[in-house]
């Protein structure tokens, strides 16, 4: 029992690890994404 259990959470820490990666690729993404969204914004707005 106590043996499964410890098992059952090594695989559930590398889940979180490679969720946690995948989290912080995805954040990059988006900050991407913002940026080249958000930069012609500010220009069309300094224009105006």
Known sequence: MFYRDI???MQWM?????????????????IFIIQAHVMPVHETHVQW
């Open 14 to 30: 590398d889940a979180v690890k490679i969720f946690q990666k995948q989290k912080v690729a995805r954040n990059i993404l988006i």
């Open 7 to 9: 098992s059952r959470n």
